[in-house]
Nanobody, 126 residues
Framework: QVQLVQSGGGSVEAGGSLSVSCAVS?????????IGWFRQAPGKEREGFAT????????SMADSLKGRFAISQDKAKNTVNLQMDKLIPGDSAMYYC??????????????????WGQGTQVTVSS
């Protein structure tokens, strides 16, 4: 049974950093799968902004977040980590990781991902 359990997040002032980890069980990192990252602000749709393909250690990031957000994996812990630096209030949202078994889609859409983490709140104050 595949499960994604998120940890991290929290509250920080603008300019600060936070990270969110996505621990995957039911899949080993010797298997190839895609982790997508999404965020949803109040009153807005959930939007995908990044992917990480475990088998090739490849990531993609929305252009608007490059230079501030980065993704890495910890194979020993079966986790994929989202590092967020230089946070701004506009980054405040619920953050989700999700797993797609067949590889990373070119467009990060909610409907393409099969399994979801429970969500982690990130709040950035001005």
């Amino acid at each position: 049974q595949v499960q994604l359990v998120q940890s991290g997040g929290g509250s920080v002032e603008a300019g600060g950093s936070l990270s969110v980890s996505c621990a995957v069980s039911g899949y080993t990192f010797s298997s190839y799968f895609c982790i997508g990252w999404f965020r949803q602000a109040p009153g807005k749709e959930r939007e995908g902004f990044a992917t990480f393909y475990t088998g090739r250690n490849e990531s993609s990031m929305a252009d608007s977040l490059k230079g501030r957000f980065a993704i890495s994996q910890d194979k020993a812990k079966n986790t994929v980590n989202l590092q967020m630096d230089k946070l701004i209030p506009g980054d405040s949202a619920m953050y989700y990781c999700a797993l797609e078994r067949l590889g990373c889609p070119r467009v990060v859409r909610v409907r393409d991902f099969d399994y979801w983490g429970q969500g982690t709140q990130v709040t950035v104050s001005s």
